[in-house]
């Protein structure tokens, strides 16, 4: 063998030393780190697990402050609800009373109105009966035919006793009309039954 020979395989051998030392020195180093990543992990994973717990038992700082905030957040919308309630109710209260007494004098306005026009229409009424009453009062008394008187003779022996005559009543000859046809049909038709039974 060589020198040359010799010293390639010293210079391989001292490469390949060179390399393994390298390797165990990052081997060591990923270890070390390996090992500290573990560390890291189980301190992680204990630091969960007493927060989870804590979350169980509702004693982690974090939930604590926020249900607070929720809590207080609750309560004043539930007074801010509550003097908005308290506002609608009493507003709503004096609309309907505003409302009511509007309704009551617009009744009451109605109600007079109405009383007033039935009056009127009464009074019109009582007028053209008086009226039409008025005329056939002078109609009936300058139109009543008087009877002619007759002489009476001896009554005969066998002659029936002769019934007094009753006065008829003659119909007016002039009338003035106020009312249709069927109400004039249906007045003569009263009167004539009236001055039948006379």
Request: charged share 40%; with cysteine; net charge negative.
């Amino acid at each position: 063998m060589s020198d040359t020979d010799y010293t390639s395989e010293t210079d391989d051998a001292s490469e390949t030393e060179v390399v393994m030392e390298r390797y165990d020195d990052d081997y060591l180093e990923i270890k070390g780190q390996s090992d500290i990543l573990n560390r890291m992990y189980k301190d992680k994973l204990s630091n969960l697990e007493e927060q989870l717990r804590q979350l169980d038992e509702g004693i982690h700082p974090d939930y604590v402050r926020r249900i607070e905030t929720f809590e207080k957040e609750c309560q004043d919308r539930l007074i801010l609800n509550e003097a908005y309630l308290a506002y609608e109710t009493e507003r709503i209260e004096k609309e309907f009373i505003s409302e009511q007494q509007a309704a009551l004098r617009d009744f009451e306005e109605r109600k007079i109105e109405l009383k007033k026009s039935l009056i009127a229409d009464l009074e019109e009424k009582k007028k053209i009966a008086e009226s039409e009453r008025f005329s056939l009062e002078l109609n009936s008394d300058s139109v009543e035919t008087k009877t002619s008187i007759t002489r009476k003779l001896r009554r005969r022996q066998n002659d029936p006793v002769p019934v007094p005559e009753k006065r008829k009543r003659g119909l007016p000859t002039q009338l003035n009309y106020l009312l249709d046809e069927r109400d004039i049909n249906d007045d003569l038709k009263a009167l004539t039954k009236v001055i039948s039974n006379r």
